[in-house]
């Protein structure tokens, strides 16, 4: 038959062999260095998670900081952009402004070098009684309106009409007169041409002088001596568009030295191109 033997000693707490004691221990504490090495890295990652956060937190301030700054120098950039903006539209409408006077200036003529013109190109036989200017009015064109941006046209007043009347010993002189006219940088060629040329109906009767204190006998009209009819005359010309900056030498000529100063210190300003 069998039997069963039991040892009960070996539950006893008190009784334990030390080969059983040192083999329990060295399980427990190799079961325990995973726990151990895991928990030290768990707090590694925690303390890196923690610390990648407050940097980034304190990138993020540095960074807003800065943005806030480029902001406020964008908007001072912009507000002085916009200063410049004007000034420079300002600069330009007084420039425009400045070439459009100059231009209107730069087409006036002076009546002394008008004439001296005539009186240079007058033939013998020709005397003037007189010269008046017209300007022809004409009906206003609509214009477009300029844009904003854009520079205003210069304007040319409308070319003065002259009327010359005069008289002159024969239709030769009259005719040519009328060539030396036509030839004159004051005048349009193509414009002046002759309105009017008569013969006098009457002739002119020449009273001889008489000396104070003589005894001259005093002639009848019939015996008074009678001059060549002449012929009355009347011409139309107008004024030229030619700029006064390209008659600068022959304004100088007409003795017109205020004007020719003018526009050669506006010339040397670069206001007028020479």
């Known amino acids: 038959m069998y039997s069963l033997d039991i040892n009960f000693l070996n539950d006893r707490p008190e009784y334990k062999p030390e080969g059983a004691r ?18 030290a890295v768990a707090v590694a990652l925690l303390a890196a998670v923690g610390g990648s956060l407050l940097f980034l937190q304190a990138q993020n301030a540095t960074l807003e900081q ?16 916009k200063q410049i903006a004007a000034i420079n539209a300002q600069t330009q409408e007084i420039k425009a402004e400045t070439a459009a006077l100059a231009g209107v200036f730069n087409l006036v003529k002076p009546w002394s070098a008008m004439t001296q013109e005539m009186r240079d190109r007058i033939p013998p036989g020709v005397q003037l009684l007189s010269i008046t200017q017209s300007v022809p009015t004409a009906s206003a064109t609509p214009q477009a309106a300029p844009s904003p941006g854009a520079a205003p046209a210069v304007v040319s007043p409308p070319g003065s009409v002259l009327q010359i009347a005069g008289i002159a010993n024969s239709f030769n002189d009259v005719n040519d007169f009328l060539l030396v006219l036509q030839k004159s940088n004051f005048l349009k060629a193509e414009n002046t041409k002759l309105v009017k040329a008569e013969l006098q109906k009457e002739a002119t009767r020449v009273e001889p002088a008489r000396l104070q204190n003589s005894q001259q006998q005093q002639l009848r009209t019939e015996q008074l001596p009678l001059l060549p009819r002449q012929v009355a005359f009347q011409i139309e010309t107008a004024l030229s568009d030619v700029p006064a900056s390209d008659l600068l030498r022959e304004l100088d000529r007409k ?18 191109k020479p």
Do not use: C, M, W
């Open 255 to 272: 003795g017109a030295v205020g004007l020719v100063t003018r526009i050669e210190n506006l010339q040397r300003k670069g206001v007028i």
């Open 66 to 81: 800065r943005q806030s700054e480029l902001a406020s120098q964008l908007g001072d950039l912009e507000a002085k952009q």
């Open 22 to 39: 040192q083999k329990t221990k060295a399980v427990s504490t190799d079961s325990k260095r995973p726990i151990f090495v895991g928990a």
